[in-house]
């Protein structure tokens, strides 16, 4: 969808003009990834706190990536615009030692190009037993979410929290590292990542993380299911690709374009789980991957909403992903979800946030939220991740058809002042479903731009 405000102050001459004399808002066109792309569009500026333990292990990835590291410090001159800056502050224990963070970022953010990045890491809070540490480590989320709204020309800013026995282990920080370095999360900010331990296999081909993994995901019809598609596709995926019998002529297309496999069925459907299933075994493979993207809204104020408006939306919504899961997670079930396997939803910032006349959907969505904090731990001894994204306002039909005034504030009520693409979510998700990203679950990443709803 054209958002014709951003060409208009960006593009025309009278509307920049204008824009600039009002000072009103020019949103940057955001960088995204291309096939081949570089990590990072300049240097990383790389420094931290005391030892910084960390540091050593992210130069060493950001090196590997074919990217670049140069020192940073508060008398550190920069001859190039910066493409990243990467603070380590996991030996951070007093609030003292946060000025560090301040005098040595504040001036590289100053030299940050367009689409830039900041990456702060630091020690997960919960694991700290002294009050002030904890205190230090969780004012980084503070501090990260500030910087995210005060960044310029598309850059972002967000935490990864690296729990302590983790922080010895690059492959288990590589790949969370270079997602939010990359293009890849062009609209993602503001947003705190925990990093656990955990078993991550070799990644020999980082571009192309998905190769010989098998890959369902519902809803892929069209929109953003059918961006998510395209991403996995491209990342090496092998994919079955499921929508409703009425989608059957979009669906394939989408999967004749991509090579991959079309199953028209209906999610809430109680033999779902078995058809996917037996729909993968077909292949000869166990999954790898499922993602259940698969939505619908039937929106009403609360008070008018009736009993078929409320059901069918927690019916597809979250309900048939329960179904799904029980029969996929069956170990005796061909076709199945493989021990390291991940499980990926999608929920909304509608369920973080509310939205009003969807009090049904904010349901279903904060239930997605639920369900993945404590499937993950209920799987973690299979290995098994559970994370889900939570989008914004995403640029699709269903966004065409808001009213313009609300579809503007919509879309300029976030830190990146525009509304996001549907590829932001599939890249979100793409992430997740990675092998590099094991040590990462019960997450919900917001695919939200830093948007104030929720905030």
């Known amino acids: 969808m054209t958002d014709t405000y951003s060409n208009l102050v960006n593009t025309n001459p009278v509307g920049k003009k204008i824009a600039t004399q009002l000072g009103l808002p020019r949103p ?4 995204r990834y291309e096939e081949g792309q570089d990590l990072l569009s300049g240097p990383a500026a790389v420094a931290g706190i005391g030892d910084a333990p960390v540091a050593g292990w992210a130069t060493g990835i950001i090196k590997a990536s074919g990217g670049d590291v140069v020192p940073a410090s508060p008398e550190a ?20 030692q946060l000025d560090e963070l301040r005098a040595t970022v504040g001036p590289a953010i100053k030299k940050l190009g367009s ?13 700290l037993q002294d009050a002030e540490a904890a205190a230090t480590q969780q ?18 800013a967000n935490l990864l929290w690296v729990d302590q026995d983790a922080q010895g282990d690059s492959s288990v920080l590589a790949a969370p590292l270079r997602f939010l370095l990359s293009a890849r999360s062009a609209y993602v900010s503001g947003q705190p990542v925990r990093v656990r331990a955990a078993d991550v296999p070799d990644a020999t081909d980082w571009r192309h993380p998905l190769a010989g993994r098998v890959a369902v995901i519902t809803g892929a019809a069209r929109g953003i299911g ?6 996995f596709a491209r990342a090496g995926a092998t994919l079955v690709l499921v929508d409703i019998p009425a989608a059957g002529d979009s669906l394939s297309k989408v999967a004749n374009d991509l090579g991959a496999t079309a199953l028209q069925l209906d999610v809430t459907a109680e033999d779902a789980g078995a058809r996917i299933a037996e729909a993968v075994a077909r292949k000869g493979d166990k999954l790898h991957v499922m993602v259940h993207n698969a939505g619908i809204t039937r929106d009403k104020l609360f008070v008018n909403t009736d009993e078929n408006r409320w059901g069918s939306v927690l019916d597809v919504n979250l309900r048939s992903q329960f179904r799904i899961n029980k029969t996929l997670l069956d ?7 493989a021990d390291g396997g991940r499980i990926i939803g999608v929920a909304s910032i509608s369920g973080i946030g509310g939205n009003r006349g969807q009090s049904n959907y904010a349901a279903s969505k904060a239930g997605v939220i639920g369900m993945v904090r404590q499937l993950s731990q209920n799987l ?25 005034a609300t579809r503007e504030v919509g879309r300029r009520l976030n830190s990146l002042l525009q509304g996001g693409s549907p590829v932001d979510v599939g890249e979100a998700i793409a992430f997740f479903a990675e092998p590099g990203s094991a040590g990462v679950t019960g997450q919900v990443l917001r695919v939200c731009g830093q948007s104030q709803l929720g905030a």
């Open 380 to 404: 973690a001894d299979r290995e098994i991740t559970v994370n889900a994204v939570a989008p914004g306002f995403i640029e699709t039909e269903m966004t065409a058809k808001i009213p313009f």
């Open 139 to 156: 004012a980084l989320e503070g501090i990260t979410r500030s910087i995210g709204k005060e960044m310029l020309r598309g850059s972002t």
């Open 331 to 337: 170990p005796s079930v061909k076709g199945g979800l």
């Open 115 to 127: 689409s830039a990045r900041l990456v702060v890491i630091g020690t997960t809070p919960a694991e």
């Open 28 to 31: 940057t066109r955001l960088r």
């Open 226 to 231: 059918a961006e998510i598609a395209k991403v």
């Open 77 to 96: 001159s920069y001859d190039k615009k910066l493409g990243a800056i990467v603070f380590d502050a996991t030996a951070a224990r007093t609030l003292d």
